[in-house]
């Protein structure tokens, strides 16, 4: 099962802050031009994660989330095309799937994934192709299609958690509204409490 709340962060130095807070649940996702760089912050991003306690998913990066024994994986729809589904699943990976419309899911679903994320459910600035926001509506049909664990993704601020959680969301995925917040420990000790609040009610 995943943690209410995910956090997705663009390099590792972010988690020597923010994993003694009790994060539990983060996604690796490096756009660093080059080869060094990136397998970098993937194999430090797992060790630090595994040290506490804590899962990585390794977004897209195959092949080095197989060299550096992840637990998670997350594919975009484009990954599917190149990505070695025999060889993930041989390394007991598990596999997440992106989607934003009907066609995509069941691409996703064709894979047999581990858990099936939906995004952006709200206008976002994090990927400059982003499909159009598909609102918090479609996570319910989402959850009565898939009966897999399901990630809410895109714009999710603070106080958009509770409706995607309301609407079927097992988890809600973050990016800016922590990283970008003045505090970003105090932000995502906020989300903490309100994914654990979320739990304890259902």
């Known amino acids: 099962m995943l943690d209410r709340f995910y956090l997705i962060i663009d390099r590792a130095a972010w988690l020597p802050r923010l994993l003694p807070l009790r994060l539990k649940l983060v996604q690796i996702r490096t756009k660093a031009p080059d080869i060094e760089t990136r397998r970098r912050e993937i194999h430090d991003s797992l060790a630090l994660c595994k040290a506490a306690g804590a899962i990585c998913v390794v977004n897209d990066h195959w092949r080095e989330a197989i060299e550096f024994g992840a637990?998670?994986?997350?594919?975009?729809?484009?990954?599917?095309?190149?990505?070695d589904l025999k060889a993930i699943r041989a390394a007991g990976i598990r596999l997440g799937v992106s989607t934003a419309n009907r066609a995509e899911l069941d691409r996703a679903l064709a894979v047999d994934p581990d858990?099936?994320?939906?995004?952006?459910?709200?206008?976002?600035?994090?990927?400059?192709?982003?499909?159009p926001a598909s609102g918090p509506e479609?996570?319910?049909?989402?959850?009565?299609?898939?009966?897999?664990?399901?990630?809410?993704?895109?714009?999710?601020?603070?106080?958009?958690?509770?409706?995607?959680?309301?609407a079927g969301a097992d988890s809600v995925a973050v990016i800016?509204?922590?990283?970008?917040?003045?505090?970003?420990?105090?932000?995502?000790?906020?989300?903490?409490?309100?994914?654990?609040?979320?739990?304890?009610?259902?």
Not at 71 to 83: K, P
Not at 115 to 129: E, F, M, N, Q
Not at 185 to 192: K, P, Q, S, V
């Open 71 to 83: 637990e998670w994986l997350h594919l975009g729809q484009e990954d599917l095309d190149t990505a």
């Open 115 to 131: 858990h099936v994320a939906l995004g952006p459910i709200w206008s976002t600035v994090s990927k400059d192709d982003a499909a």
């Open 138 to 166: 479609l996570l319910t049909e989402w959850k009565r299609i898939t009966k897999k664990p399901l990630v809410a993704i895109g714009g999710i601020s603070l106080d958009r958690a509770p409706i995607c959680w309301e």
């Open 176 to 202: 800016s509204d922590v990283l970008s917040a003045a505090s970003p420990e105090a932000r995502m000790t906020e989300w903490l409490d309100a994914a654990r609040a979320w739990e304890a009610r259902a």
